[in-house]
T-cell receptor, first 111, second 112 residues
């Protein structure tokens, strides 16, 4: 089975812009989670979707949003980018045994 | 709420040394426990897992035993290699598609 894929792998944006990141889970997995990873804050949970519904949510401002499509693919959107949004954004899909599998991440740089 | 506590890093070991990375957790019920490894510039990879008390997860020479009585899931390896240099994360999942909780990660550096 193919693993979790994320696109794009690298992205450079300027402050005030918005960005959309994409994640395709492992085939058959219905849950997709998003995490932000920075050197200072570590790994922080953004949100999780299951069958197109947001199941869990972290403590991020409303500028961070997501959605999941009927084929389980998910997108994450960040509006009005700030310098502090520069990070590695990781997506993970979860199987029936509750195990998460991560993608390679999208490295976002905000200038 | 649930929490995972890992030992502070970085941990620096010589090649072939014995490795222990401590992980303790707080959770109600019987969560599943995981270790993930992250190499530079990559995502997290599942290293091993255990789903019930006294289970031992193992993979690539790494082992961890689910200890309910001490709420611990310490990662061990008998002889580390330079290629094991990475960041290791301990995590727990309560089940039922509830939020997964991660530790802060422990950086391991193995020197030749």
């Amino acid at each position: 089975k193919a693993g979790v894929t994320q696109t794009p792998r690298y992205l450079i944006k300027t402050r005030g812009q918005q960005v959309t990141l994409s994640c395709s889970p492992i085939s058959g997995h219905r849950s997709v989670s998003w995490y932000q990873q920075t050197p200072g804050q570590g790994l922080q949970f953004l949100f999780e979707y299951f069958s197109e519904t947001q199941r869990n949510k972290g403590n991020f401002p409303g500028r961070f949003s997501g959605r999941q499509f009927s084929n389980s693919r998910s997108e994450m959107n960040v509006s009005t980018l700030e310098l502090g949004d520069s990070a590695l954004y990781l997506c993970a899909s979860r199987d029936y045994s509750d195990t998460q599998y991560f993608g390679p991440g999208t490295r976002l740089t905000v200038l | 709420g649930n929490s995972v506590t890992q030992m502070e890093g970085p941990v620096t070991l010589s090649e072939e040394a014995f490795l222990t990375i401590n992980c303790t957790y707080t959770a109600t019920g019987y969560p599943s426990l995981f270790w993930y490894v992250q190499y530079p510039g990559e995502g997290l990879q599942l290293l091993l897992k255990a789903t019930k008390a006294d289970d031992k997860g193992s993979n690539k020479g790494f082992e961890a035993t689910y200890r309910k009585e001490t709420t611990s899931f310490h990662l061990e390896k008998g002889s580390v290699q330079v290629s094991d240099s990475a960041v290791y994360f301990c995590a727990l999942s309560p089940g039922g598609y509830q939020k997964v909780t991660f530790g802060t990660g422990t950086k391991l550096q193995v020197i030749p």
